[in-house]
């Protein structure tokens, strides 16, 4: 059974910095794409960041380009997103998740394993 948890939210100022953290069950999501989500409320959730499997391969969304950086570590079964130079935009509920199938990012299958997300709040 997948398991994902989500940790490393909090409230800080904008310009501010954060480090998500994504430990899951392991197994075959070491070798499927994953990743991080943000929640809005009256917004769809939306994909902020994609790491391939074997983490050479890795996707933004625009705005978070060179901002925020992914990363994962399979023998920990962990995933990391660094977040710099935050703004009131970055607020949301944060989640982690995998492809189901492929190892490769950009595929438009649904992800899976979703947490309950943790909350960064960007606030002056």
């Known amino acids: 059974q997948l398991q994902f948890v989500e940790s490393g939210g909090d409230s800080v100022q904008p310009g501010g910095s954060l480090r998500l953290s994504c430990v899951h069950s392991?197994?075959?999501?070491?070798?499927?794409?994953m990743g991080w989500f943000r929640q809005v409320p009256g917004e769809k959730r939306e994909i902020i960041s994609c790491?391939?499997?074997?983490?050479?391969?890795?996707q933004y969304a625009d705005s978070v380009k060179g901002r925020f950086t992914i990363l994962r570590d399979n023998a920990r079964n962990t995933m990391t997103l660094l977040m710099d130079n935050l703004t009131p935009e970055d607020t949301g509920l944060y989640f982690c998740a995998s492809d189901p199938i492929s190892g490769l990012c950009g595929s438009t299958h649904a992800y899976v394993g979703w947490g309950q997300g943790t909350r960064v709040t960007v606030s002056s």
């Open positions: 392991g197994g075959l999501v070491n070798y499927r794409a």
């Open positions: 790491i391939s499997s074997s983490g050479g391969n890795v």
